[in-house]
Nanobody, 116 residues
Framework: QVQVVESGGGLVQPGGSLRLSCAAS????????MGWYRQGPGKQRELVAA???????NYASSVKGRFTISRDNAENLVYLQMNSLKPADTAVYCC??????????WGQGTQVTVSS
């Protein structure tokens, strides 16, 4: 059984920072990419950032320069440091884990609200 658990969401003022964490545990093997998607109110789900096993990263254009993704391969952990947050960043952020066998696991999501 595989568990993917996010933490670190919350309410923050515009310009503030948050750090999201995601831990994948259980019978999970050959993890390739780990990352974050988000879905804001009335919006489609979008990729925020992903990091591959070798360290290559991919960011949505809307978060480049503000968000930083990192991971611990040995522990199947992934982090998202979010700085200079904007109200448009308000969304449920979900962690995803892609394996080399094309199996994808998802977390339940954590709410991030940016508001004054």
């Amino acid at each position: 059984q595989v568990q993917v658990v996010e933490s670190g969401g919350g309410l923050v003022q515009p310009g503030g920072s948050l750090r999201l964490s995601c831990a994948a545990s259980g019978s999970i093997f050959n993890v390739n990419a780990m990352g974050w998607y988000r879905q804001g109110p009335g919006k489609q789900r979008e990729l925020v950032a992903a990091i591959f096993r070798g360290g290559r990263t991919n960011y949505a254009s809307s978060v480049k320069g503000r968000f930083t993704i990192s991971r611990d391969n040995a522990e199947n952990l992934v982090y998202l440091q979010m700085n200079s947050l904007k109200p448009a960043d308000t969304a449920v952020y979900c962690c995803h884990v892609d394996t080399l066998s094309s199996v994808v696991y998802w977390g339940q999501g954590t709410q991030v609200t940016v508001s004054s």
